[in-house]
């Protein structure tokens, strides 16, 4: 039994291991908000798909980070969105320091000029905040980042 429990400590150590060894620097776009950092690159797999594949981390916060869920938009030249679509990270809670990975399939429309990504998520512990919120209180913290595929070609 002892040799059981042991077996599965070092599986758990192993795993955690291999996310810490992830090289960030194989995405070619990132942003960070102080808490949560997203890391991802574009590709056009078929056509009128746009494909955003990446990992989101958490290296700043003490406390994990919940239902990290992104929107992701497709612009026209005019600034009106024309196609939309969601996602989020495979895992729910994004422990410190243990990325999770991310895909969103966006089916285009015609006439996108540019990508914009707005993501959301939660502080671990819920409504009543955490490290972080600041004095405002808790809540869900949403952001935006622009022109997220830029040089991904038409």
Not at 9 to 30: I, T
Not at 95 to 108: C, G, K
Not at 122 to 134: D, E, N, R, T, V
Request: proline share 6%.
């Amino acid at each position: 039994m002892a040799l059981a429990v042991l077996a599965l400590a070092l599986a758990a150590c192993a795993g955690g291991a291999s996310s810490m060894n992830l090289n960030f620097d194989s995405y070619a776009h990132k942003v960070t908000d102080g808490t949560v950092a997203l890391y991802w690159n574009c590709s056009r797999p078929a056509p009128g798909l746009v494909r955003v594949e990446g990992v989101a981390n958490n290296p700043y916060s003490p406390v994990g980070l919940e239902d990290l869920e992104f929107r992701l938009y497709g612009v026209n030249a005019g600034g009106r969105t024309v196609s939309r679509a969601r996602a989020s990270t495979k895992a729910y809670v994004i422990e410190p320091n243990a990325p999770s990975p991310f895909s969103i399939d966006l089916r285009t429309r015609g006439g996108e000029a540019r990508f914009d990504l707005v993501y959301s998520y939660m502080l671990a512990g819920g409504i009543g905040g955490g490290p972080g919120f600041g004095a405002g209180g808790g809540g869900e913290q949403q952001n935006m980042a622009r022109n997220v595929c830029a040089g991904l070609a038409p």
